[in-house]
């Protein structure tokens, strides 16, 4: 039977995956920024704040996942899972909100103008956005070859889609133009702005939830209370209560009922057991198990 990768190696893979990114993104900038100072085209501009704002998100993700990965200490209890949250919070409130406003502040009084923008070397623009849609495809294959992908994987798999249409935009915009109608090209500036704007909205929801310790969801309550209810000894299971601490780190506290007049010893060894048959059905790694005689008076 095939195993799925441990945290560490999944974790080591993520984190070479996002320095691919980073350093894509870092290319893609600068040949984005080059050739609109050469064609003029806005859409271009565009792409290249949305790269920008790119370059900030998987910095802020690539930070967060070499941080996060440092243990417990007397200060985090539950270790530094949430330092992935509070990156992406960052990134989405204080630049990624920021750049989409920009772009509609530049695009959309070019809508109205009725003065022509000038354009050159659009076939240069057109070889430049189709060489990014392959660059930007290569981390997205990076990604999609890590079995298991954790959050970080998986929003940073989201941002490269998002990239991917931003740049079809900007195809369809610079075609627009070479065809008679520079209307587009504003046109295709708004919708990249869009999708920053969605992104970051989507970014700041997610981890706003995280931070604030939202619930692994009710499959994960019934298959923890399988879990329990399956060691022989337990008659009960109540009381369950769990929050995300960090993207994959769940922190969970419930009671089990044994029989009466059990010895501390049996119950002991009954939680023990417990414990190792919820972290291996549910892979949470912080449980505090309460032992219970059958009938106690339960607390509210």
């Known amino acids: ?67 996060s990965s440092k243990g417990a200490d007397k200060e985090h209890l539950f270790g530094h899972g949430r330092a992935q949250g509070v990156a992406a919070l960052v990134a989405a409130t204080l630049f990624i909100s920021f750049t989409s406003f920009k772009l509609y502040e530049e695009a959309i009084p070019r809508l109205y103008t009725h003065e022509a923008a000038v354009y050159q070397n659009l076939p240069l623009a057109l070889g430049v956005i189709a060489v990014s849609m392959m660059i930007s495809a290569v981390p997205f294959i990076s990604f999609l070859r890590i079995k298991n992908r954790g959050p970080l994987a998986k929003a940073q798999m989201r941002e490269l889609i998002n990239d991917e249409l931003g740049l079809v935009a900007a195809l369809a915009g610079t075609l627009f133009i070479i065809w008679g109608e520079p209307l587009a090209d504003p046109v295709a500036a708004i919708i990249v702005a869009t999708v920053i704007a969605y992104a970051a909205v989507r970014l700041f929801r997610e981890n706003m939830s995280m931070l604030l310790g939202t619930s692994p969801g009710p499959e994960f309550i019934k298959k923890l209370e399988t879990a329990a209810r399956s060691v022989e000894g337990v008659v009960g299971v109540h009381k ?61």
């Open 240 to 300: 369950i209560l769990a929050e995300y601490v960090g993207p994959n780190a769940i922190h969970a506290g419930f009671h089990i009922e044994v029989k009466r007049g059990m010895s501390i010893e049996d119950g002991d060894r009954i939680a023990i057991e417990v414990h190792k048959r919820v972290t291996e059905a549910t892979g949470c790694r912080y449980l505090v198990i309460h032992v219970d005689p059958e009938g106690a008076p339960r607390l509210a």
């Open 1 to 67: 039977m095939n195993q799925a990768p441990s945290p560490a190696i999944r974790g080591t893979s993520e984190i070479r995956a996002l320095k691919l990114a980073v350093a894509v993104y870092l290319v893609v900038f600068v040949l984005k920024i080059a050739v609109f100072l050469v064609t003029g085209v806005m859409a271009l501009f565009a792409e290249a704040f949305h790269t920008l704002s790119d370059i900030i998100i998987s910095g802020f993700l690539l930070f967060a996942a070499i941080w």
